[in-house]
């Protein structure tokens, strides 16, 4: 038995027209973009699913142009997580789960549940919102992370919810939003969003290092001791962790760089 999970490196998304002629080979076509993202990387964060609904079929073509082992991370619905009371959002997020997504099958990753800078934390209201989120639809298991962007969710009752709910808070690097790193589900999502299209690799090769290290720590079982808890007298258990990391916004034209960069990184013995 492998004593460390699966550690996966993408990307917001596959179009980007900078990324044609650099990433995407010069008279590659649009329509093979993916096929050919999937095969530079491991994972992807979809976005588009945020603002709208996606037919089945599309899932279905997505799954079918990727190979064993990729997978999809998909954003939620604006129209679940952008709401005042989240607990009222039962029907929003069955819209969004019995769209399709499960064409995806074994493609399908973490559902990723963002959440606007002005939402604060109301303890009852959001244990409201955690209860609505199924472990399976349509027979296949779910992952669900929280990406939380309000100062409010520095609260040691909000690791507590999300562990009860085995819920990932994703951590995330940003400029202005709180850093959460605390282990809170049975994997662990990264978003890295400090990054420089100055610079070749999105990250410099050094913050590169240091993030492999981060991961690997996860996907043992651990926590990295360099990152902020806001939970510090709780200790996840000692068991292997699939983790989820992606290179998104700041940097975005060299993400593809960091993002391979870092796969080799973590594939690396220390």
């Given at each position: 038995?492998?004593?460390?999970?699966?550690?996966?490196?993408?990307?917001?998304?596959?179009?980007?027209?900078?990324?044609?002629?650099?990433?995407?080979?010069?008279?590659?076509?649009?329509?093979?973009?993916?096929?050919?993202?999937?095969?530079?990387?491991?994972?992807?964060?979809?976005?588009?699913?945020?603002?709208?609904?996606?037919?089945?079929?599309?899932?279905?073509?997505?799954?079918?142009?990727?190979?064993?082992?990729?997978?999809?991370?998909?954003?939620?619905?604006?129209?679940?997580?952008?709401?005042?009371?989240?607990a009222?959002?039962?029907?929003?997020?069955?819209?969004?789960?019995?769209?399709?997504?499960?064409?995806?099958?074994?493609?399908?990753?973490?559902?990723?549940?963002?959440?606007?800078?002005?939402?604060?934390?109301?303890p009852?209201?959001?244990?409201?919102?955690?209860?609505?989120?199924?472990?399976?639809?349509?027979?296949?298991?779910?992952?669900?992370?929280?990406?939380?962007?309000?100062?409010?969710?520095?609260?040691?009752e909000?690791?507590?919810?999300?562990?009860?709910?085995?819920?990932?808070?994703?951590?995330?690097?940003?400029?202005?939003?709180?850093?959460?790193?605390?282990?809170?589900?049975?994997?662990?999502?990264?978003?890295?969003?400090?990054?420089?299209?100055?610079?070749?690799?999105?990250?410099?090769?050094?913050?590169?290092?240091?993030?492999?290290?981060?991961?690997?720590?996860?996907?043992?079982?651990?926590?990295?001791?360099?990152?902020?808890?806001?939970?510090?007298?709780?200790?996840?258990?000692?068991?292997p962790?699939?983790?989820?990391?992606f290179?998104?916004?700041?940097?975005?034209?060299?993400?593809?760089?960091?993002?391979?960069?870092l796969?080799?990184?973590?594939?690396?013995?220390?």
């Open positions: 038995m492998s004593t460390s999970g699966a550690i996966r490196t993408g990307i917001g998304g596959w179009t980007f027209e900078p990324w044609e002629g650099t990433f995407y080979p010069e008279k590659l076509v649009k329509k093979r973009q993916l096929e050919f993202a999937s095969r530079e990387l491991t994972t992807i964060e979809v976005n588009g699913t945020y603002y709208g609904s996606q037919k089945p079929e599309t899932f279905a073509k997505w799954a079918s142009e990727v190979p064993d082992g990729f997978i999809f991370s998909l954003k939620a619905s604006r129209f679940t997580t952008n709401r005042k009371v989240l009222d959002g039962g029907e929003s997020v069955e819209k969004f789960l019995t769209q399709g997504l499960t064409e995806l099958g074994e493609h399908l990753g973490p559902i990723l549940w963002q959440f606007a800078p002005t939402k604060k934390f109301e009852e209201d959001f244990e409201g919102f955690l209860k609505l989120l199924p472990e399976k639809q349509d027979g296949l298991a779910l992952k669900h992370a929280l990406e939380v962007r309000n100062e409010s969710f520095m609260n040691p909000f690791a507590a919810l999300a562990r009860k709910y085995n819920a990932a808070i994703v951590y995330a690097q940003h400029a202005d939003y709180p850093e959460i790193a605390d282990v809170t589900a049975d994997f662990v999502y990264a978003r890295l969003q400090k990054g420089s299209d100055d610079v070749e690799t999105c990250y410099p090769p050094k913050a590169l290092d240091e993030w492999a290290e981060r991961l690997k720590d996860w996907s043992a079982g651990g926590e990295p001791s360099d990152l902020p808890k806001i939970d510090p007298d709780t200790k996840p258990a000692k068991k962790r699939d983790v989820f990391a290179f998104i916004t700041s940097g975005k034209v060299n993400a593809p760089n960091g993002a391979r960069e796969q080799k990184r973590t594939q690396s013995r220390s």
